[in-house]
């Protein structure tokens, strides 16, 4: 289980800005959580839930231990809610359903917390409902409102809530993230660099078409450098075909960037920063057939490849001229 702790170096400006109203015990009634995915919104929400609950919270970190903080993570608290989408969006009856949970629970209990997933997704009915509810909160309430698309909120909603900004996560966090969620460890780190975004990241490894992808990069490279004519058979057997749409054609130019710049770093001595860590004596055979100058400029025809790809240029052209330019050096 997570602790304030853990999320103080991601996010240093969220995480002590509510910790000092946890501790002083003055948090707004509704925050809204932006950020994108990765970037520890749900966990916050979760913390924050604990630290209100908490029967043997030390300061402002819960135990973990006590029955609200295992109800708390698993889901059975009766005075927190977490609503998502049902299907694409939040629906009135969800908030509706909230409201009335609430009223009737009241009599119980003082507080309630409850937390709205992708809270962009309420329909306008839903975010009208939610708006009263903000307006007129039932006891003491607190609402955490998580978005990556806080441009699609309601502006009544955001003018009634403290917005925070969640910093994205680093690519060493994501890429732990990742092997949480059952990517290999060399894999995480790769699809946390090629796409700094978990949400792209997972996309990618659900098809299974990046692990393919990875192994055409290294197998077309490693030709381009030392057996030129088979990588342009590699290019039409194998690339074409896997590079179906335009996201795929420029993750691939973008797996090709990675791959220079490990080879660039293998040049620099500085092969501990290798995103191909398992490739390593590729890079060391080929780092003696080339200068820091070429790859450097193939780096460049790459940036120019990208270009004439958004331009609509063919992917089969732009490729047939990317590994011409970086055979010739
Ligand atoms: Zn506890």
Redesign the pocket.
Known sequence: METWNDWKEAQPQVVPMLLSSIKKNRMAHAYIFEGQAGSGKQSIAQLMA?SYF????DEYE?????S??NRIESGNHPDVHVIEPEGQSIKKEQIEFLQKEFAYRSVETSAKIYVINDANKMTVSAANSLLKFLEEPQGETLALLLTEQPAQLLPTIKSRSQQLRFLPPTNERLAKQLMNDGVDKNHAYFLAELTGNKEAALQLTDADWSFQARSVVLQLMHELYTRPDQAAMTLVDKWIPLMGNRLQQETGLEMIVLWLRDLLYTQVGKQGNLIFSDCQKQFDEIALLTSQRVISQSLANVLEAKRQLSANVSIQLVMERLLFTIQEG
């Open positions: 604990k908490c029967t043997n919270k819960p135990c973990l231990t006590c609200n903080c």
